[in-house]
Each structure stands twice: as C-alpha cells, then as structure tokens.
C-alpha cells in the first residue's frame, strides 16, 4: 500500500507538471498567454507564471536585445519569412549594441571595423550599376543603398532574423530568472508582476526559508513537458 501510495503522488505530481505548455519565447508573448516557466525549486518543478514585459519594464531589466514590438515588426517570422527591410535596417542603423556591431560586420562591401569595438559605413559603396556613393559625407545615401541591397537580396534577411530571435529566445528566458529573483527581494507591489508576486509568495510558504537565489534555478529539461505535444 505505501509503494502504491509513493507511486499515486508521483503521477500526480507528474500530472500537475504536465498540465502547463511550457514557453518557447518563439512566438509574441500574447501568442502564448498561457505558457509557464519551469524552475528548480526546494526540490520541486514549478511551473512559474511568465513575467509580462510590463513586469520586466518595471524592474527596469534591459537585458533584452530587441525589443518586443521592433522585433516582431521587423521579423515576424523566426524563420525571415515576412521581413520588413525598412524595419530593420532602421533598427541596425539607429543602435550599437554588440550583435548589431555584428550583424554589421557581416557585410563588409558596407561596414567595417572602426577599432573601438564599434562599426562605421565604408568610405565609398559601389553600387550594381557601378556608381561610388560618398559614405562619409552623404551617409544617408548609402543607408538608402543598403535598404535597397536588402530589398532586392531577401535571402540575406533569414539569417539576421533567425540570429535576432535565437538571441532574444536565450535573453528572454534568462530574463525570467531575473525576475522571479528580484520578485523575492521586492517586497512591494510591482505593476503587472501580480500573478509572479503572489505565486513566489506562495510556494516560499509551502517550502520554508529559502534564498532568492532559489527562485532562478531553471529547471532539468528532462523534466519539462514537451512544447510539441502542446
């Protein structure tokens, strides 16, 4: 009976894992509103609420390469399908975090090193019908030559999506762990981050004295449910 017992919570337990869609983070967060984060904790699987963005904003994280709406407006697709050239390049024009610096680079008849962990246009773009642009004087030029690079090579915009939203999917969920970190040491209500709050309230009563550290320990992906069987 005690066998029969042990193995009754296991599944139940198994059970009540299973019973959440795990996030993917490759879709908009309002394409999966229902998904939860599984975490490590005090020797449970729980599956966290996702932090909303509103959520994240207000702990002023800014650990995100893009942002949600330019993202998505740009790549819709993880794949490039869709891709909005304009969206992008204006994205990659206007910041320098690093993987802009390297998706930069990866262009070389455009952008080069400029030796301070930086990029900058080439001095001169050679057009296909054989005209120099003066880049270092009319740079608005050469911004436009470079849309229209894009515009008629579409190709070359499945890679860069498909880097954007690998490096978001990775941010993205270590942002999570943050969150439910910083949760544990805020005491005070933060906006949108309700559902977040009151369930690490929750389960640091069920389980006692834990650290915060406790609340961002991803969990095994063993012991996951699986995202395709969704």
Same mark, same amino acid.
């Given at each position: $009976?005690?066998?029969?017992?042990?193995?009754?919570?296991?599944?139940?337990?198994?059970?009540?894992?299973?019973?959440?869609?795990?996030?993917?983070?490759?879709?908009?967060?309002?394409? *999966?509103?229902?998904?939860?984060?599984?975490?490590?904790?005090?020797?449970?699987?729980? !599956?966290?609420?996702?932090?909303?963005?509103?959520?994240?904003?207000?702990?002023?994280?800014?650990?995100?390469?893009?942002?949600?709406?330019?993202?998505?407006?740009?790549?819709?697709?993880?794949?490039?399908?869709?891709?909005?050239?304009?969206?992008?390049?204006?994205?990659?024009?206007?910041?320098?975090? !690093?993987?802009?610096?390297?998706?930069?680079?990866?262009?070389?008849?455009?952008?080069?090193?400029?030796?301070?962990?930086? #990029?900058?246009?080439?001095?001169?773009?050679? #057009?296909?019908?054989? #005209?120099?642009?003066?880049?270092?004087?009319?740079?608005?030029? &050469?911004?436009?030559? =470079?849309?229209?690079?894009? $515009?008629?090579?579409?190709?070359?915009?499945?890679?860069? &999506?498909?880097?954007?939203?690998?490096?978001?999917? =990775?941010?993205?969920?270590? *942002?999570?762990?943050?969150?439910?970190?910083?949760?544990?040491?805020?005491?005070?209500?933060?906006?949108?981050?309700?559902?977040?709050?009151?369930?690490?309230?929750?389960?640091?009563?069920?389980?006692?004295?834990?650290?915060?550290?406790?609340?961002?320990?991803?969990?095994?992906?063993?012991?996951?449910?699986?995202? *395709?069987?969704?």
């Amino acid at each position: $009976q005690t066998v029969a017992l042990v193995f009754c919570l296991c599944a139940f337990a198994v059970a009540q894992v299973q019973s959440f869609c795990p996030c993917v983070y490759d879709t908009h967060p309002d394409g *999966e509103p229902g998904c939860r984060v599984y975490g490590e904790f005090a020797g449970d699987v729980i !599956p966290w609420y996702r932090a909303n963005e509103t959520c994240a904003d207000a702990l002023n994280l800014t650990i995100r390469p893009f942002g949600h709406t330019a993202l998505w407006s740009a790549c819709p697709y993880t794949n490039g399908t869709g891709h909005n050239v304009d969206a992008l390049v204006n994205y990659v024009r206007t910041n320098t975090e !690093p993987f802009v610096m390297e998706t930069r680079l990866r262009f070389p008849q455009f952008f080069v090193d400029d030796g301070n962990n930086g #990029t900058k246009l080439v001095d001169e773009i050679v #057009t296909e019908q054989g #005209t120099f642009l003066d880049c270092v004087n009319r740079t608005s030029f &050469c911004w436009s030559q =470079i849309k229209i690079y894009f $515009q008629t090579q579409p190709l070359q915009m499945n890679p860069i &999506c498909e880097d954007l939203h690998y490096r978001q999917k =990775i941010t993205l969920s270590n *942002e999570q762990l943050t969150v439910r970190k910083l949760l544990c040491e805020n005491t005070k209500a933060i906006e949108g981050c309700e559902l977040s709050q009151e369930q690490i309230m929750h389960e640091g009563k069920l389980h006692g004295d834990e650290s915060c550290e406790a609340y961002s320990i991803p969990a095994d992906p063993s012991l996951v449910p699986d995202a *395709e069987l969704c």
